[in-house]
Structures are given as C-alpha cells and as structure tokens.
C-alpha cells in the first residue's frame, strides 16, 4: 500500500489486499461504525470484497442481538442470487421456510398466473396490484399453494430476522422500511443497501394534475360508503385537495393515515371502472409526499423521491462516488465512509485508454466499422493466448455492434465466435462467445474470472444529464444551470453565474461528470475485478480514467500500432497477396490469379512482391 499526492493510500499487491479484508472488512468494525453513525458506506472497487462482508455481518446478525430484523436489498435478481443465506432459503421446502429465520421477497410468479397474468400485467402497469390480489388471485386455482400472495402479511414476516429482496420494493415503496417494522415487529433495524439504485437514479418525481384529480373522485366515492374508515380517507381527499390547490413553492402535508389493502383495491376499483384505460393508483406516490418535499409545476406537483430510512440503521455500499455525492443523493450529511481515501489496483494489471472522441455517442455510428474491426482483431489476439474478453458498449448500440463485431471476428479468426448481449449462464461458459454488456451493469460477479475488458465506445455524460443529477435534490426555485468549456481538449462542466462558483456548484458539478462518466465506464469494466487480480483493461474515455499506470493511447492509429493491428484496407491487402500466392504456388499464371481474384495483373505483381518483402 501507498500514499499518493492526492492522499489516496493505493492497494497493489495481493498481501496487501489480504491485509485489508483482515482489518478493514471486518465485521465488528463495521457494526462499530453503525453504533456510532447510523448511516455507513462502505465505498470500494468492485471486487475488493464487499459482499463477502455482507454475508459475515448478516450471518453474524442472525446469531447475535445487535439488530431484530436485517433487511438486505440488492438493485437486481442476479446479485441477489448469489448471496448464501438467498441459497440457503431457496432451498428449502415451503414447510421449512415458514418457520425459518429468513424470508426472500420474490416477485409474481407470472408463469403459476396463467392466463391471468395478462390482466396481472395490466394492473401492475397503473399501481393497481392490491386489486389484483382482491380480484384475481381470490379465484385463483393455484391460491393455496402460492406464497406470494400473503408474502407481506403480518402472518408471513412476523419474527422473521432476515428479509432480503430487491430495491424495487424501496422504489416502489419508499416507506417500505417501516412497513416491515410494523410486520415483523422489529425495533432494532438494519438496512444493507448493496451497491445502491439511489445513489445513481434520478431522484424527482411528477404527479399530474389529471391523475391526482381521478385520485380525489376515487376516494370520494370509497369514502361516501366507508363507514368507519371515513376519517382516514377524509385525510387522503384532504392531502389530494391540498396537491391540487397549492401555490408555487414548496410544501408539505400531515403524515397521512395508512390504507389497508382492502380500501387501496376499493380505490382501484373505482377508478379503473370510472376511468378505464385512463386511471393510475397513486398511493405509494402520495405516500412519499409524506415525508418530502413538493412543489407545483405547470400541470401537476414534482417532489423528491427518497426512500424513508430514519429509524433504522443504514449500511450501503458503492464502487467509487465520492462521498459528498452519496450524501446528496440519500439526502443524509452526516454519511460515514467505512474505508475511506482507499482504492484498488492490481499490480498485475495493464491499464489502456483510448483517449478519443471517436467513441463518443455522436461520432460512434460513423467510426463503428474502424473500431469494431481493430476490436474484432484485439479479441482474437487474446483468444489465442486462452484468454476470456469482456466487451462493453453504450445502451443504445449493442444490438448492432454485437452483429457486425460477430462478423468480423469470424472474419479475422476464422472461428465461430457469437457476439451475445447480455448473456445467460450456459453462454457464458462457451468459450466462443465474447459477451456484450453495457455501461450501467453493476453488481454481477459472473464474468469475475474473465480476463480481458473491453471497451468498444466511451460513456460520456450529456451536460443536461449532469445538470440533473446536480438539480434533482433540490426545489427547482434553487436550481443551478451548467454550461460546458474546454481544458486541454476536453469538455469540463461549469456552473454558470458567480454566486453559483461561490457556492462550490463548479467542484461539485465536476465531480459528478467525472462519476458520470469514468465512475460508470470503471464499473462495467470492473466486472472482470481488475482491482483485486491481473488483467488487461482497455478503456475509451476521452476524459481519462482515475487510475495509475494507465497507458493512453491519443487515436486508434497508435492503439493499432501498440497491439500490432490492421486497418480494414491492410487487412483486405493481406488477405489477397495471400490468395494470390497460394494460387501462384499451385502453378497458376499472373493472369490466372488475376482474374480469379478480380484484380489486374499489376495489382498480383505489387502483392507478390510486397510478401517477398516481408
């Protein structure tokens, strides 16, 4: 381990790595951090061993008393998958699992719903789900058999130490917290946010006045045949009401009594058969209203969407955004970096970047043949020497650049390489195949023993982008415009206007352009750990990368002479000088070859004598 100037202490070596999971990664200093802070990152690069703390804090947990409940939230299915304690549920019988300690969260099981998933599907998309329990799992031949329905019920969580799922219930839910207190009966809470949706996604949300009119008109109705329910929808109609009629600036309600789910499908129910087709159930939305601030715009009210955390405790962990922007997002100050200035880089690794705009989303579509085919010949050069290579490219073009990088790499090797975009296990396990993924991939551990990663296009974050990120934790009314400069021929973001400096917007839009952009570009990439083990890492950010030791490459010219790759023309060049000595050897004429391969004599000369050359 080292100190750079930038005070950024730098692990190289695999003892050091070691000594840090030992020291640092350690349970009981993590749940010391917790007792003292309450809301903790752990903030490392992908494969320096994040999860494996997690999995020894909640097997910790779950024998000790620290916490009564540990809710473990993961951003998708696969991450989730491969937490032991996920493994150690789904195997078990449902006998078992009802009385163990663990619960996994799973979503619908659409293929059990059969031909009711369709209008499953229908109500899901309007917020409508609590009637499809009261409707369509109530007539349900499979009911007694399925969990899920009841999988959020008092009946099923209560108890329970552990509740695991992913961050969609947070999303969706952003009190979700809290309603899992009230159903397991937990004081003492712990939430492990692992590597966190919010910490990325855009944060603001908008209600329009259409929706939260036929809301009102719902409620109402409900309300008119309620009974003793009446005063906990006069609070609904009251909160809509006050959505409705408030001025600009924001605002902010009473902590609204909650509705059962039974009131919730009355709801629904009145405002899908008033307005169908046209009805969306805001409850969840209107919810989070509760605990945040709003505002009116042109047509509805826009407020900021975060999850409820207070009242319990919050582990979350991240891959490399600086803590003052993780502070932001989670709308938490006082956020405790558990290691912090510390980061990752194997010894054995050999860093490169191609430090050019031609993969940047504007240029990309007319450079993409260049840059695919000297890809297509990089690939197969680490093929021949039994190596693995990860690809990465921007969302928008994987479906075509998969299709012409397979035919080029069938060209150049003469193998029968599949280009496939986001593959499935079994074709990950196929050596033939090069998998495509995107930038924005987070969490999985399936390409970890891969040993190449590839970048094919750069990730480069719009101005408008940063200027949302930077804007979404605030009222509009204190709203700060960015504007772009170039610094040694590069774009850099600025905050425009003087007072808007002085407030430090410049540094901290600049931060977030470089977590936009390199932050993401390192995360895909990070995906065949090249922190923690020796690979080759080939980046394409014109910005640069926060690394050391990276070899920059200005244009793909010196890429190409760096690695000994051709350009199309010198490929094609090759391609026919050999032909046309292998037919020179079998004994045909120069005009015999000529005219076998389409070209003049003088052409056949030329390429004869520029093999004989060497």
């Known amino acids: 381990m080292r100190t750079a100037k930038n005070n950024i202490r730098w692990v190289r070596s695999d003892a050091g790595l070691a000594g840090f999971r030992k020291d640092a990664l350690d349970e009981g200093r993590a749940l010391k951090a917790l007792s003292n802070h309450q809301f903790v990152l752990l903030n490392v690069d992908p494969g320096v061993g994040k999860s494996h703390l997690i999995d020894r804090l909640v097997a910790r947990l779950r024998r000790g008393d620290e916490y009564d409940l540990v809710v473990y939230l993961t951003p998708q299915k696969g991450t989730l998958a491969e937490r032991p304690f996920v493994r150690e549920y789904q195997a078990l019988t449902e006998e078992e699992r009802a009385v163990s300690d663990i619960v996994v969260l799973e979503g619908r099981p659409r293929e059990r719903c059969g031909s009711r998933d369709a209008e499953w599907r229908k109500l899901e998309q309007v917020g409508c789900a609590s009637l499809g329990r009261t409707l369509l799992c109530a007539a349900c031949p499979e009911r007694s058999r399925c969990s899920w329905v009841e999988q959020l019920s008092k009946k099923a969580l209560e108890g329970k130490r552990v509740v695991a799922g992913t961050q969609a219930y947070l999303i969706q839910a952003p009190r979700f917290i809290r309603m899992l207190k009230r159903l397991t009966g937990a004081r003492r809470v712990l939430v492990i946010l692992d590597e966190s949706t919010f910490l990325d996604s855009p944060l603001r949300g908008y209600l329009k006045d259409a929706d939260l009119q036929r809301n009102l008109l719902a409620v109402a109705e409900v309300q008119a045949g309620a009974g003793g329910k009446r005063k906990a929808l006069a609070a609904w109609s009251a909160a809509l009401t006050q959505m409705l009629e408030a001025g600009d600036g924001a605002d902010s309600m009473q902590r609204l009594p909650r509705l059962n789910r039974k009131l919730a499908a009355a709801i629904q129910e009145a405002g899908l058969r008033r307005w169908p087709g046209a009805f969306k159930y805001l409850g969840f939305e209107i919810e989070a209203l509760n605990h945040a601030s709003w505002w009116r715009t042109n047509d509805g009210v826009g407020y900021i969407r975060r999850p409820e955390l207070r009242g319990a405790d919050v582990f979350t962990t991240a891959a490399g955004i600086p803590l003052e922007l993780a502070c932001q997002r989670l709308g938490e100050p006082n956020l405790q970096e558990l290691c912090p200035a510390v980061r990752f880089l194997h010894e054995g690794t050999q860093l490169y970047n191609l430090k050019s705009h031609l993969g940047a989303a504007t240029y990309y579509p007319k450079n993409a043949s260049q840059i695919l085919f000297a890809s297509a010949q990089l690939i197969g050069k680490f093929a021949g020497e039994g190596k693995r290579v990860l690809a990465v490219v921007k969302k928008r073009f994987a479906k075509k650049t998969a299709t012409v990088l397979e035919g080029y790499l069938r060209e150049v090797t003469g193998a029968p390489f599949r280009v496939v975009v986001n593959p499935g296990q079994a074709d990950i396990q196929d050596g033939h195949v090069v998998p495509l993924i995107t930038y924005g991939a987070v969490g999985s551990n399936a390409f970890e023993h891969f040993d190449v990663a590839l970048a094919l296009s750069s990730y480069n974050a719009r101005p408008d982008l940063v200027e ?118 079998a004994g045909k004429s120069r005009a015999e070859v000529a005219a076998a391969l389409g070209v003049s004599e003088r052409t056949v000369s030329r390429r004869w004598a520029r093999l004989r050359q060497g």
Do not use: C, I, M
């Not at 995360?523 to 080759?536: D, K, M, N, S």
């Not at 200005?554 to 037919?583: C, D, I, M, P, Y």
């Open 468 to 585: 949302a990120r930077l804007n979404d934790v605030h009222h509009p009314q204190e709203e700060v415009r960015l504007g772009v400069t170039s610094h040694a021929g590069q774009r850099v973001v600025r905050a425009k206007g003087y007072f808007a400096r002085q407030q430090g917007f410049d540094v901290l839009a600049q931060k977030y352009q470089v977590h936009l952009e390199a932050g993401w570009a390192a995360q895909a990439l990070g995906r065949v750990r090249f922190a923690t083990r020796p690979r080759t890492v080939v980046f394409f950010q014109p910005g640069g990368v926060p690394y050391e030791d990276v070899k920059e490459f200005g244009s793909l010219k010196a890429l190409r002479e760096h690695f000994g790759l051709l350009t199309r023309r010198e490929w094609e060049a090759r391609r026919v000088a050999a032909k046309a000595t292998a037919l020179g050897e």
